[in-house]
């Protein structure tokens, strides 16, 4: 386990790993280029005489049909969302209620830019074929699945040629499907086990997710549907073979989560809570967002398991804390899952802008990186919340120190620049791709309100050389960018908040006593700086110190 996890282990259950959300892309390949298209329109039409922007509208125009005809003949609702509708909020209310359903059960339909062709003719020739930008907006038609095997699934389609996918499940409902098969016993709430006997045994299952036959069997399970069940609407059976339609896959978006269930709500509560007023300010989170619940978390596991019918009729909502943090397309983030489970998350939302492949066969690869992100993440996010100071730090942190052949000054934590460096640094301590001096300076500026001519990156990778002499943070090999070492960042974070969370507060309220009525609702934190104050005066008068 990682070390977050470790330091509250009495208080869980066990703990899982498992891959949220999946989102491949769907491509037909020949369709891609404007001479790839022209070649696939010529299979299907015999020529392209008739390839013009008419006839294209006109294919989008019967896909439309074709997918309403089908809706009405088959009883499947067909739902055209407005703009900004959460269409996974609308698709819940449509599941299926018996567990033995296969097939479409709900069609949504939405407006989304796309890659469009357009034709230019002149004189019955094909001048040009282009995809215009900004791409315009297009209906798509989200095709709501049941597999047998991955659970809920949705296939999201063009409905202009070459009719571009976007394939969407949950790692979630496929464990569940194979611990059913395995005979492990647990209790589902979403895409959440919150009550799971044996833990070991599920995570093994959710490694298995990973595996280059899982793989197959994800490519299978697109093969079986998306053919058979949404293209045919633009394309026949018979069109596809004869043309030689056939998709390719690539990843778009993973999300890798770590499941820590507690034992008692109340408790994974109050560490949630705990970590987040300890974490939030240094973690530069600039927004924290709580949804209410209408239930509170029980105070003590009772061990039964609750009525059948306050299953059915009554799902308990508890309330929702998101501890998020940004970096590009990565995202990190904490909440609470149902009544005692907290997870924690590593998103990436494009792979496009990463290194890390995207093909089918990269997935391994990929959720190995997000584990990694994810660990370091718990790891900065402990020590941040857990600091300390060794014997020695006082009195080496000021000291001069060596980066290679060059000599650089201590860390001074008295001086104003040198802190807003150390948040700054703090903020980026769980950037998964590390972060550079630019980063920094900008950050500084933004804390101290410094100009661009004041405090430039220069200056702010000298400020950096100094904790690289502490071994505060270190270079990204191979880049110019830096990472923190979590153990030593801890020393300096105690630092940091016994001078302005101790020092600061306590010899502010020590040398004036203070006057008038005791609030009625004052936080434990201020009747402890209350008490160590009416003490401090003491101690001052004792030794004569006037403040």
Same mark, same amino acid.
């Given at each position: 386990?990682?070390?977050?996890?470790?330091?509250?282990?009495?208080?869980?259950?066990?703990?899982?790993?498992?891959?949220?959300?999946?989102?491949?892309?769907?491509?037909?390949?020949?369709?891609?280029?404007?001479?790839?298209?022209?070649? #696939? #329109? @010529?299979?299907?039409?015999?020529?392209?005489?008739?390839?013009?922007? *008419?006839? /294209?509208?006109?294919?989008?125009?019967?896909?439309?049909?074709?997918?309403?005809?089908?809706?009405?003949?088959?009883?499947?609702?067909?739902?055209?969302?407005?703009?900004?509708?959460?269409?996974?909020?609308?698709?819940?209310?449509?599941?299926?209620?018996?567990?033995?359903?296969?097939?479409?059960?709900?069609?949504?339909?939405?407006?989304?830019?796309?890659?469009? #062709?357009?034709?230019?003719?002149?004189?019955?020739?094909?001048?040009?074929?282009?995809?215009?930008?900004?791409?315009?907006?297009?209906?798509?038609?989200?095709?709501?699945?049941?597999?047998?095997?991955?659970?809920?699934?949705?296939?999201?389609?063009?409905?202009?040629?070459?009719?571009?996918?976007?394939?969407?499940?949950?790692?979630?409902?496929?464990?569940?499907?194979?611990?059913?098969?395995?005979?492990?016993?647990?209790?589902?709430?979403?895409?959440?086990?919150?009550?799971?006997?044996?833990?070991?045994?599920?995570?093994?299952?959710?490694?298995?997710?990973?595996?280059?036959?899982?793989?197959?069997?994800?490519?299978?399970?697109?093969?079986?549907?998306?053919?058979?069940?949404? /293209?045919?609407?633009?394309?026949?059976?018979?069109?596809?073979?004869?043309?030689?339609?056939?998709?390719?896959?690539?990843?778009?978006?993973?999300?890798?989560?770590?499941?820590?269930?507690?034992?008692?709500?109340?408790?994974?509560?109050?560490?949630?809570?705990?970590?987040?007023?300890?974490?939030?300010?240094?973690?530069?989170?600039?927004?924290?967002? *709580?949804?209410?619940?209408?239930?509170?978390?029980?105070? @003590?596991? *009772?061990?039964?398991?609750?009525?059948?019918?306050?299953?059915?009729?009554?799902?308990?909502?508890?309330?929702?804390?998101?501890?998020?943090?940004?970096?590009?397309?990565?995202?990190?983030?904490?909440?609470?899952?149902?009544?005692?489970?907290?997870?924690?998350?590593?998103?990436?939302?494009?792979?496009?802008?990463?290194?890390?492949?995207?093909?089918?066969?990269?997935?391994?690869?990929?959720?190995?990186?997000?584990?990694?992100?994810?660990?370091?993440?718990?790891?900065? %996010?402990?020590?941040?919340?857990?600091?300390?100071?060794?014997?020695?730090? &006082?009195?080496?942190?000021?000291?001069?120190?060596?980066?290679?052949?060059? @000599?650089?000054?201590?860390?001074?934590?008295?001086?104003?620049?040198?802190?807003?460096?150390?948040?700054?640094?703090?903020?980026?301590?769980?950037?998964?791709?590390?972060?550079?001096?630019?980063?920094?300076?900008?950050? %500084?500026?933004?804390?101290?309100?410094?100009?661009?001519?004041?405090?430039?990156?220069?200056?702010?990778?000298?400020?950096?050389?100094? &904790?690289?002499?502490?071994?505060?943070?270190?270079?990204?090999?191979?880049?110019?960018?830096?990472?923190?070492?979590?153990?030593? &960042?801890?020393?300096?974070?105690?630092?940091?908040?016994?001078?302005?969370?101790?020092?600061?507060?306590? /010899?502010?309220?020590?040398?004036?006593? @203070?006057?008038?009525?005791?609030?009625?609702?004052?936080?434990?934190?201020?009747?402890?700086?209350?008490?160590?104050?009416?003490?401090?005066?003491?101690?001052?008068?004792?030794?004569?110190?006037?403040?």
């Amino acid at each position: 386990m990682d070390e977050f996890s470790e330091y509250y282990s009495d208080y869980l259950d066990g703990t899982y790993d498992c891959a949220d959300r999946i989102v491949l892309n769907g491509y037909f390949r020949l369709g891609c280029s404007p001479g790839g298209f022209r070649t #696939w #329109w @010529r299979c299907l039409e015999g020529s392209d005489e008739k390839l013009d922007d *008419t006839h /294209l509208m006109r294919m989008a125009g019967r896909f439309s049909r074709r997918v309403h005809a089908y809706a009405e003949r088959h009883g499947v609702p067909i739902i055209h969302c407005k703009q900004g509708q959460r269409k996974h909020e609308i698709a819940k209310q449509y599941l299926p209620q018996d567990p033995d359903f296969v097939g479409v059960f709900l069609i949504l339909v939405g407006r989304a830019p796309a890659p469009v #062709w357009k034709v230019k003719r002149k004189s019955g020739k094909i001048i040009n074929i282009e995809r215009k930008k900004p791409y315009p907006y297009v209906n798509h038609y989200s095709f709501h699945i049941m597999d047998s095997e991955w659970g809920h699934v949705m296939i999201k389609l063009c409905g202009h040629p070459p009719f571009s996918a976007q394939i969407v499940v949950n790692g979630h409902e496929f464990v569940a499907h194979q611990a059913e098969e395995g005979g492990v016993e647990f209790t589902k709430e979403g895409n959440c086990f919150t009550e799971v006997p044996d833990t070991a045994r599920l995570a093994e299952i959710a490694d298995t997710l990973y595996s280059p036959e899982t793989i197959g069997r994800l490519i299978q399970m697109c093969e079986r549907w998306i053919y058979s069940a949404c /293209l045919c609407f633009g394309l026949s059976l018979e069109d596809q073979e004869r043309t030689g339609f056939r998709y390719d896959y690539s990843i778009y978006q993973a999300e890798y989560s770590r499941n820590l269930v507690f034992t008692r709500g109340s408790v994974m509560e109050e560490v949630f809570q705990g970590t987040i007023d300890r974490t939030r300010s240094r973690l530069d989170v600039k927004r924290l967002k *709580t949804i209410f619940g209408a239930k509170r978390r029980p105070q @003590r596991r *009772t061990g039964k398991k609750p009525p059948r019918l306050e299953v059915v009729v009554e799902r308990p909502t508890y309330d929702l804390t998101v501890f998020k943090i940004h970096f590009g397309k990565f995202t990190l983030k904490m909440y609470t899952k149902g009544e005692r489970v907290l997870r924690i998350e590593a998103i990436v939302h494009n792979l496009r802008v990463t290194r890390w492949g995207r093909s089918l066969p990269d997935l391994p690869d990929i959720v190995s990186r997000l584990r990694k992100m994810l660990n370091r993440f718990l790891e900065v %996010v402990y020590c941040v919340a857990t600091s300390y100071i060794a014997d020695t730090t &006082l009195e080496a942190l000021p000291t001069s120190s060596r980066v290679g052949r060059a @000599r650089v000054g201590g860390i001074d934590i008295n001086n104003p620049r040198m802190r807003a460096v150390i948040e700054a640094v703090t903020g980026f301590a769980a950037a998964p791709l590390g972060f550079r001096a630019s980063d920094i300076a900008a950050k %500084v500026r933004e804390i101290m309100g410094y100009s661009e001519d004041t405090y430039t990156s220069r200056k702010a990778a000298y400020d950096l050389k100094k &904790l690289r002499g502490k071994n505060v943070i270190r270079r990204v090999e191979k880049s110019r960018r830096y990472e923190v070492v979590p153990q030593e &960042l801890r020393a300096v974070i105690a630092l940091l908040v016994l001078r302005e969370k101790v020092i600061k507060p306590v /010899l502010a309220g020590a040398g004036k006593p @203070r006057r008038g009525r005791k609030p009625k609702n004052q936080s434990p934190i201020d009747d402890h700086y209350e008490a160590i104050q009416s003490q401090m005066r003491n101690l001052f008068q004792l030794i004569g110190v006037a403040v």
